[in-house]
């Protein structure tokens, strides 16, 4: 061989383990993606509702193949906007003080302040690109004509907006403010309005008649959402490749109501309108995971699909919001509770467990399956695991790793306890003990949950002989004890039985709202001084 080849060789030797060693770098940290349905219950997700599922969620499936499956995830509320501060912070919601007095719907105020540590900050520190598309539902600061609450008729929408995601952290953005059912009824890139909100219109369901901008169509939000997810990734493959990975929340209006699949879905399932809409919102993560392997990154992004919470009972094959709606679906054999009882609104699991999965190539075996409890809380901590970051004192005081469990999914549950709010009502899990802090369902039960509370309280009063004083609210029949492992449809209430576990479980609720934490470390303080559990008990029921 010459000295000129061997000099090539020689050369050519090291450019190729220099890239290697840059490649290497490159993965270092993985790519993030974060994907939310809207109402999406236990059942609709193919993965967890086995033979009570009747729509086919292929994405879903494919995931579950590919990676690990939750069984025990959980929300925090069975409502939006307190699940959605939950995983933005880490903290429960009821810690955290809004800014400002809201406006109907999408005007809501801000819902915590701009400066607390969220998801985005934290991967800032990383060197992460971050971005935030779909459903916000965290309040806005909208510029008013008035210097009033911001409402139908007084928003300047020329003007751009505050307290959106860009001002939590996100380097790019485009939102809807709110539902797909809440207007205002126009998107905002970066805080800004896009077009002309010079109409007003409503949709199915509630048929919430307000500002929309002028070429707003329901059908179409999933797809322009699709549309800048592709983008989004295209924009940031090369960077990632390159040592700059990519988070990225992708927060779906679906399949909450309008119940409104875009014209390419309608009729794909044997289930109906709300059977096409659940699989077009699992094309969603389908189209997701497509890109990804387009742009040569899906060896090295981490992807997770869940639910803010469980469905809602208004909804179904019937476009306007109706009392029991969802039980037609099940007449037809498909149950979007999946086993479980309840619904949306809810202290029961119908309400509170959501389907949970997570792909992240070659470190998460396929086709696993964890029993484990975590919650959406978690993936604060989770993810400042993964990327070697370090929370403070202060920041993801009720997040906890979940990373043990993708190395080892029959590992010691990181989580032992969680509580979870219900619209009237509150629940708390200590292993496979569940406490229900109210008779009956811990809903208003306006669209189906039973049993009401108008109806639950005065029964608790009768089968205990007389009104309660506050201190025998933790006593039977005015809570709920469930075990879980034994009884997951929530039939058999133990409480009477067992009054000492109420008890403890009612003390560890109090002690972690009082420490300002529910993690080990340092005593914080919460935005709100005291925490009410049995402030929706109806009147009259208390004797003090």
């Not at 800032?124 to 459903?135: H, L, R, S």
């Amino acid at each position: 061989m010459s000295k000129y080849f061997a000099a090539i060789l020689t050369i050519s030797t090291i450019l190729l383990a220099s890239g290697r060693e840059c490649q290497a770098a490159s993965t270092d940290k993985p790519n993030i993606i974060y994907i939310m349905a809207d109402d999406l219950g236990y059942g609709d997700a193919a993965p967890f509702g086995n033979e009570r599922c009747k729509i086919p969620t292929p994405g879903m499936t494919r995931l579950a193949a590919e990676g690990m499956r939750f069984t025990d995830a959980h929300s925090i509320a069975s409502v939006c906007v307190p699940s959605r501060l939950a995983i933005m912070t880490g903290r429960y919601p009821w810690r955290i003080n809004g800014i400002g007095k809201s406006g109907p719907w999408g005007y809501i105020a801000p819902q915590f302040k701009p400066g607390s540590h969220t998801l985005a900050h934290l991967l800032n520190d990383q060197g992460y690109k971050t971005g935030y598309i779909g459903k916000w539902h965290l309040g806005l600061s909208m510029v008013t004509t008035d210097d009033q609450v911001q409402k139908i008729g007084n928003i300047d929408y020329s003007k751009p907006v505050t307290a959106g995601p860009n001002d939590h952290g996100f380097d790019y953005s485009f939102i809807l403010p709110g539902s797909l059912d809440m207007f205002p009824y126009v998107y905002l890139k970066n805080q800004r309005f896009l077009g002309k909100v010079n109409k007003m219109r409503g949709w199915s369901a509630f048929n919430r008649v307000g500002p929309t901008e002028e070429n707003f169509e329901d059908y179409e939000v999933l797809q322009t959402f699709r549309e800048e997810v592709n983008q989004f990734i295209a924009r940031n493959a090369k960077g990632s490749r390159n040592g700059t990975p990519f988070f990225l929340y992708f927060a779906l209006t679906a399949p909450h109501t309008p119940t409104s699949p875009h014209p390419d879905f309608q009729g794909k399932t044997d289930l109906g309108v709300y059977g096409d809409f659940v699989h077009e919102t699992d094309y969603c993560l389908v189209s997701t995971m497509e890109a990804l392997q387009k742009h040569g990154i899906d060896d090295n992004t981490i992807v997770i699909f869940t639910s803010d919470h469980g469905p809602a009972p208004y909804a179904g094959n019937i476009l306007e919001a109706t009392y029991n709606n969802i039980k037609g679906l099940e007449k037809q054999g498909h149950y979007p509770s999946g086993p479980l009882r309840g619904y949306k609104f809810s202290v029961y699991e119908g309400g509170m467990r959501i389907p949970f999965l997570i792909k992240w190539p070659n470190h998460i075996k396929p086709g696993s399956t964890c029993d484990r409890l975590i919650g959406l809380n978690d993936l604060l901590a989770t993810i400042a695991e993964i990327t070697g970051s370090e929370l403070s004192k202060n920041q993801g005081v009720d997040s906890i790793s979940y990373l043990p469990l993708l190395r080892d999914p029959n590992a010691k549950a990181p989580r032992q306890n969680l509580q979870m709010q219900g619209t009237h009502g509150w629940a708390y899990r200590m292993g496979d003990w569940k406490l229900c802090l109210c008779p009956g369902s811990g809903a208003l039960g306006v669209y189906g949950n039973v049993p009401k509370p108008v109806d639950a309280w005065p029964a608790a009063v009768k089968k205990f002989g007389n009104n309660p004083t506050r201190e025998q609210l933790i006593e039977a029949p005015f809570v709920q004890l469930f075990n879980l492992k034994e009884d997951l449809g929530e039939m058999e209430d133990v409480s009477k039985q067992n009054p000492n576990v109420v008890k403890q479980m009612y003390e560890l609720m109090r002690q972690q709202f009082a420490n300002g934490r529910s993690t080990p470390g340092p005593k914080q303080t919460n935005d709100r001084n005291t925490l009410n559990y049995w402030s929706r008990i109806p009147s009259g029921i208390l004797t003090n």
